[in-house]
Structures are given as C-alpha cells and as structure tokens.
C-alpha cells in the first residue's frame, strides 16, 4: 500500500495494481544488485531511479513517456507523476513512474484530482 509521508499517522493513498507491485518488485532487484547509494542520514542508504527505464534526459521524449502503456504525453498535455517508497534489504527506495491519463485512472481509480 502507498501512504502519505507526514508527521501525522500515515494513512493509504492507494493500494498499488498487480502491474505496479510487479514493475516495482523487478526495478528493486535489479537495483539492489548494482545502484549506488544516497544517504541522506546515517544508517539510511536510500536509492532513488525511475519506474522502467534508465537515467533519461529531463524533458525528453522517454522522460515524458507512460511506464504502463509506453504512450507518449506531449508537453502540455497531462502526464501524471508519482512515487513510490519502500525499504528492502536495509535500503529505502524512491521509485518515480509517470502515466498517462489513462493508465493514472487505472492506477488510481478513485482520484478525483485526475483528469
């Protein structure tokens, strides 16, 4: 499950679909066996990385591209970018994914912030 990230009791946002655990469970183990590491506080290693691809130039067409579906949001138009964060084998991942519209309803289903 996804939470809020506050100081308050963290409360679920949004119960990941099949596809995402999935995308998201195959990312941390490929991660895990050869990303460096960031650590903002002692004893926290944390790895940051996109979704499905590699590191992609801000902007780009890759960078704009949905990680479900592989359909690509022009500037302008809506692309929804989101976050997930987990801790495994003593490290904390920050995974970020964007989609399309489509694909964020799928996701999300009961947002009523999404287009």
């Known amino acids: 499950m996804v939470t809020t990230a506050s100081k308050e009791p963290a409360r679920v946002i ?5 596809w995402l655990r999935a995308a998201f469970r195959r990312r ?3 991660l895990s066996r050869r990303h460096a590491t960031v650590s903002p506080l ?8 996109y979704l499905t691809h590699g590191d992609v130039e801000p902007g780009s067409r890759e960078d704009r591209t949905c990680d479900r579906c592989r359909s690509y949001c022009p500037p302008g138009a ?34 009523v912030r999404l287009p």
């Open 42 to 49: 002692p004893g926290t290693p944390v790895v940051v990385a």
């Open 28 to 30: 941390v183990i490929g």
């Open 14 to 18: 949004f119960e990941p679909s099949a």
């Open 78 to 111: 809506d692309y929804c970018v989101s976050m997930i964060v987990a801790d495994y084998w003593e490290r904390r991942y920050h995974i970020v994914f964007g989609l399309c519209p489509a694909c964020a309803r799928l996701e999300h289903p009961n947002d």
